[in-house]
């Protein structure tokens, strides 16, 4: 086939026709118009550029429509050619947002729509939201405000800063009663809450996880609270790996107890054996921490505290073997 044919070809078939095609399915609470994730089991592919390109973000995979066939079936090129014509004329299932979307980029830089934002106020519909549904304590959130790390975002939403090595904000994850993202033309690196210099290093997998483990724990003194925003960007990745190489750092995989938490977790454990540091996994009994949090608050002086739910041995990890 010439080229022209399958630039052609590519542009006839988006990677979500190939996925719904192949069983995934869209979870759009988790999506956002640029970035769409898509589920089978314990399988996600994340869908970028437009419906052009994809990636898989617990493993390095990653490409056009043709790759995308040839992950998931295991198929040749020339195999792979002949899934995506059988596609042409597909229309794969449209996003009600999608309708919304605006051509034009934003007219402020991250760090300036960062700015012009309000912090949390007691009272005010953010941190109702953090406080009343999501059950994080005022002694955590007002920290979090202290240390400039949420905003006010639209209707009753919260914004959690990432930040790079020098503490400037690169984006936010943005969670709200009715919607989730991160920020439009941000960067994911790490939301840090806590004492920079702390050995111990709790990881979690979203901002309001890492505040719930901060409440369950009555906020450590010895511990840096971090959340990747469900990627694992190489910033974010560099980041970790700085973390771990300083003396005496201890690293806490306080990932979800699903599928994807433990992937996140491996590659946790991996990271801490290269850097040999301390290691620990630590694993909510409910699916999240902030899930375990607001149980918590509801069976108070009624139960005994559980153990986790799922825990790798802790220990110093220089010259173990990664996991299978």
């Known amino acids: 086939m010439e080229k022209a044919d399958l630039e052609e070809l590519r542009g006839k078939v988006p990677c979500s026709a190939v996925l719904e095609d192949a069983g995934f399915a869209l979870d759009l609470k988790e999506s956002s118009r640029k970035a769409m994730k898509y589920r089978r089991a314990a399988e996600i592919i994340i869908v970028i550029h437009d419906g052009n390109g994809w990636f898989d973000p617990l493993s390095d995979a990653k490409g056009d429509v043709f790759t995308l066939v040839e992950h998931l079936d295991g198929f040749p090129f020339a195999a792979a050619l002949y899934v995506v014509a059988e596609l042409v004329g597909f229309v794969p299932t449209e996003p009600v947002w999608t309708r919304e979307a605006r051509d034009r980029a934003p007219d402020l830089t ?135 190489h300083r003396p005496g750092a201890h690293l806490v995989a306080a990932t979800d107890n699903n599928a994807q938490g433990e992937i996140y977790a491996r590659r946790l454990r991996d990271l801490a054996a290269e850097a040999g540091c301390g290691f620990e996994r630590s694993c909510p009994p409910a699916e999240d921490w902030n899930a375990e949090l607001g149980r918590n608050q509801e069976s108070r002086g009624r139960e005994k505290p559980k153990e986790d739910g799922c825990r790798m041995p802790a220990g110093r990890l220089k010259g173990d073997a990664s996991p299978g």
């Open 110 to 244: 991250i760090t300036e729509r960062w700015r012009v934002r309000r912090k949390p106020w007691p009272a005010s519909a953010t941190w109702r939201y953090l406080h009343d549904t999501r059950h994080i304590p005022e002694a955590v959130i007002r920290k979090a405000v202290a240390a400039n790390l949420l905003r006010e975002g639209p209707k009753g939403s919260m914004w959690a800063s990432h930040t790079d090595s020098a503490g400037e904000v690169t984006g936010w994850e943005e969670r709200g009663p009715d919607w989730r993202g991160f920020a439009t033309g941000g960067a994911k690196v790490l939301f840090r809450l806590g004492r920079p210099d702390a050995p111990r290093l709790c990881v979690t997998e979203a901002a309001i996880d890492a505040m719930s483990r901060a409440a369950i724990e009555d906020i450590r003194a010895d511990t840096l609270y971090l959340s990747t925003g469900g990627g694992w960007a190489p910033a974010t990745a560099e980041a970790l790996r700085t973390y771990a």
